[in-house]
Structure formats: structure tokens, C-alpha cells
């Protein structure tokens, strides 16, 4: 078992991991909360197959944008103008599996177990919508924290932070 680090305030805020069309379009979205800039150069994931290059660092408010490599061209061509910060190798998993985001050292940022049961929103199982943070205080493995995009295809991108449960975005960001 491991704890999220909570001095780094990168979170996930959109998993397309089973979009109509298949591989091509689907997509992990975070956003930095913190106050000041963040060297994220060599974190990685676990459930997916990207490390952030050297000297990559992240301004306060930045959104993040990963996709999948197996087409960029159709996926630019589904999201024209959304701009995509990096682009992994693997698939996310239809059926469900964990992501961990961690340091260079190992330290775990983040950690999500998604599913295509069990309480998650099926829409987002193949019938166009992705998952969105909800209510991150809920813990970002519970069902209950994420709600399907409103969007079909959902919004890479676009965080709607005034979606979130009203507590929670005071608790996100880090002073």
C-alpha cells in the first residue's frame, strides 16, 4: 500500500481510457495546483508507458495533456486545436486497471484504480463519455469521485473546476 505524496498537488482530472473508435483517442488529463513551478522531468507512470523528459516543468494552473500514440493524426483530427503535452506508449486498460504517477525517486504522486464496474459510470465504457473528477476527497479510486464527462468524447484539455463538489477545490489547492 502507498500513499499519495501530498506535497506535490498534480492531479488527475480526466481518463478517457475507452473512447468510441479505440486506442486513438484516449487520453489522461491532470492539473498542477500548486503555487510554484514544479520540475516534473522524470516522473512516470505506472499503466502507462511515458516519463516526462528532462527539464519539463509545470506553472501553476497548468493542465496536462496525454494521449495515446497510436494515431496523433486521428486523434488531432477528433480534437482539432487541443494541444497534447506528451504522447504514451500502451493502451489504457477497457476493463479497468491502476495509474500511479511517481517521482524519479519512486514516490507515489498520485494513484487511481479505475473500472469498468463496481460503481464507475459505464457511459464512460465505450459509449463516448470519459471519467471526470468529481470529489477528490472521496479518494481518487473511489467510483463514487468521478462522474462521466458531459461531453461525448469528453473535454481534453478543459478542466471544469466549477464541477467539482464546492468543497473539494479549496482542498486541491495548496497555499
Do not use: C
Not at 38 to 44: E, H, I, N, P, R
Not at 124 to 145: H, I, K, M, Q, W
Not at 152 to 173: D, F, K, N, R, Y
Amino acid at each position: 500500500y502507498q500513499v499519495a505524496d501530498p506535497t506535490i498537488p498534480l492531479y488527475p482530472t480526466e481518463i478517457m481510457y475507452n473512447p468510441p473508435g479505440g486506442d486513438p483517442y484516449e487520453f489522461l488529463e491532470m492539473i498542477y495546483l500548486g503555487q510554484a513551478p514544479l520540475d516534473v522531468g522524470g516522473f512516470t507512470f505506472d499503466g502507462i508507458n511515458f516519463t516526462f523528459p528532462q527539464g519539463t516543468v509545470l506553472q501553476p494552473g497548468q493542465l496536462v495533456l496525454l494521449a495515446s500514440s497510436a494515431d496523433p493524426d486521428a486523434f488531432a483530427q477528433r480534437y482539432p486545436g487541443v494541444h497534447v503535452d506528451g504522447w504514451f506508449q500502451r493502451t489504457l486498460a477497457n476493463g479497468g486497471e491502476s495509474l500511479r504517477l511517481k517521482t524519479p525517486d519512486g514516490q507515489v504522486v498520485w494513484h487511481v484504480r479505475y473500472d469498468d464496474r463496481n460503481g464507475w459510470p459505464q457511459v464512460a465504457d465505450g459509449d463516448g463519455a470519459s471519467l471526470e473528477l468529481r470529489d477528490p476527497s472521496l479518494g481518487l479510486s473511489d467510483p463514487a469521485a468521478w462522474k462521466p464527462s458531459p461531453v461525448e468524447g469528453g473535454t481534453p484539455g478543459s478542466w471544469h473546476a466549477t464541477e467539482l463538489v464546492p468543497h473539494t477545490l479549496l482542498s486541491l489547492i495548496h497555499i
